[in-house]
């Protein structure tokens, strides 16, 4: 056997250099505890700015669907006043004859 072979320093030397500190694994493992609830915050404001977005779309919905009731009821009052204003004016020339 060789020299190098029997030395218990190189051994040591060479198990030292590949050793992980023993906070090491806790510094680690605070770190990909922080990213991960980074993404979880993240996922949180999307999901709460869709919400927002799926609001607003009812509210305009809502609102459309006002506005185009209210119209109906002003085109039905319309209709309403060009029949009665034909009716008079069928009477007006029913007279006149």
């Known amino acids: 056997m060789t020299?190098?072979?029997?030395?218990?320093?190189?051994?040591?030397?060479?198990?030292?250099?590949?050793e992980v500190p023993e906070n090491q694994p806790a510094k680690l493992h605070v770190i990909g505890a922080a990213i991960v609830t980074l993404g979880e915050a993240i996922?949180?404001?999307?999901?709460?700015?869709?919400?927002?977005?799926?609001?607003?779309?009812q509210k305009l919905s809502s609102k459309q669907?006002?506005?185009?009731?209210?119209?109906?009821?002003?085109?039905?009052?319309?209709?309403?006043?060009?029949d009665l204003l034909t009716y008079q004016m069928s009477k007006m020339d029913r007279r006149k004859k």
Do not use: C
């Open 65 to 82: 669907s006002h506005l185009l009731k209210e119209q109906s009821r002003q085109l039905d009052h319309m209709q309403k006043q060009i």
């Open 3 to 18: 020299m190098k072979e029997n030395n218990p320093n190189r051994k040591q030397n060479f198990e030292k250099g590949f």
């Open 43 to 57: 996922v949180t404001i999307a999901a709460l700015a869709e919400l927002q977005e799926l609001e607003e779309e």
